[in-house]
């Protein structure tokens, strides 16, 4: 709706004035792709490789002890992939690694004491429950007694 009012007010300058103090923000070719094209090839090059590498390669657990008091990690266990946090108290918050959006596995962030997702920025809780999207879907949460 606002870009309608926007283009409205630059058209409209154009033709009485001849320029417009908007006319250069929303130049269709402000945009140079070739100019950005190598970059965005490196960037989901990597984004490919984390994708992959976050697939294959997950620490195998057999136990739920075998995690720390305080840590987070994203492991397999019995063929499954699971984001585990064990707080200090001993508590276990256990969910599925997989981001619901496209299906990247998520990452820890210590900071902030969440579950974040390398593809797209999709940020969920300790028990998967989203902060910030794209996902509109939280993770799915295990019960730990189950596993
Ligand atoms: S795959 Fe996780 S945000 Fe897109």
Redesign the pocket.
Same mark, same amino acid.
């Given at each position: 709706m606002i870009f309608g009012t926007i283009s409205s007010r630059i058209i409209s300058d154009l033709i009485i004035n001849e320029n417009s103090k908007y006319e250069n923000i929303f130049n269709p070719s402000r945009i140079k792709p070739i100019a950005g094209f190598t970059s965005f090839v490196e960037e989901n090059a990597v984004v490919a490789f984390d994708f992959i590498k976050d697939k294959l390669f997950k620490e195998k657990i057999t136990s739920l002890h075998e995690i720390n008091e305080g840590e987070a990690k994203v492991v397999k266990y019995e063929g499954d992939s699971y984001a585990l946090y064990k707080e200090a108290t001993g508590k276990v918050h256990l969910v599925k690694s997989t @981001?619901p /959006?496209?299906? @990247?596995e998520v990452r820890w962030n210590s900071a902030e004491l969440s579950w974040d *997702?390398p *593809? /797209?920025? &999709?940020r969920f809780n300790i028990n998967g429950k989203i902060l910030t999207g794209? &996902?509109v879907m939280a993770l799915q949460r295990v019960d730990p007694e189950d596993s």
């Open positions: @981001c /959006h496209a299906k @990247c *997702c *593809c /797209h920025g &999709s794209p &996902s």
